[in-house]
T-cell receptor, first 115, second 115 residues
């Protein structure tokens, strides 16, 4: 079974600074997808970024980028120029190829933005 | 991206009763899933809702406790049966669209409190 580990229960960063959230995973599959989801207090799960395992290039979405180390099974999220609206729970998630088995989530990291 | 409407958004129920949560997607989806998020915890997959057939349940979840229906491609229900305070959680519906290539989107969740 796949597992996703987020070792940082809480992170704090000053507004406009950069923060990195860590995630490791374990799988024996070769075809899979990795995601970072954001959950603000509204409970809505918002997709932040996605990485296909077969792609060597790290995914980027505006201020959000990942460092995907396939051999190390590591998938960290970097948030640049942190904004107050970035404050939320961040979940790392894994999906096998095709997504038919649903998502396996890590325990989450609570990100605090200091003004 | 597709939009999922989930209702009710919250409810307070007496122990021993049942609650049915509805999930409506504004476009066809290939897969639909139900997740549980216990207080302060991550999301755990309950089951995959299969159109026109019995849902596929994850370990630890059973049909008698969490009956699920999916009569068509855009609608699903989850019933939490014979509730106890331990069932107090957020329940989230999720879908993967036909063209979304494994990207999962979520409803706003139902916050259930059992007293």
């Amino acid at each position: 079974a796949q597992t996703v580990t987020q070792s940082q229960p809480e992170m704090s960063v000053q507004e406009a600074e950069t923060v990195t959230l860590s995630c490791t995973y374990d799988t024996s599959e070769s075809d899979y997808y990795l995601f970072w989801y954001k959950q603000p207090p509204s409970r809505q799960m918002i997709l932040v970024i996605r990485q296909e395992a077969y792609k060597q290039q790290n995914a980027t979405e505006n201020r959000f980028s990942v460092n995907f180390q396939k051999a190390a099974k590591s998938f960290s999220l970097k948030i640049s120029d942190s904004q107050l609206g970035d404050a939320a729970m961040y979940f790392c998630a894994y999906s096998s190829g095709g997504g038919a088995d649903g998502l396996t989530f890590g325990k989450g990291t609570h990100l605090i933005i200091q003004p | 991206s597709a939009v999922i409407s989930q209702k009710p958004s919250r409810d307070i129920c007496q122990r021993g009763t049942s609650l049915t949560i509805q999930c409506q997607v504004d476009s066809q989806v290939t897969m639909m899933f139900w997740y549980r998020q216990q207080p302060g915890q991550s999301l755990t997959l309950i089951a995959t809702a299969n159109q026109g057939s019995e849902a596929t349940y994850e370990s630890g979840f059973v049909i008698d406790k969490f009956p699920i229906s999916r009569p068509n491609l855009t609608f699903s229900t989850l019933t939490v049966s014979n509730m106890s305070p331990e069932d107090s959680s957020i329940y989230l519906c999720s879908g993967i669209g036909v063209l979304m290539n494994t990207e999962a989107f979520f409803g706003q969740g139902t916050r259930l409190t059992v007293v």
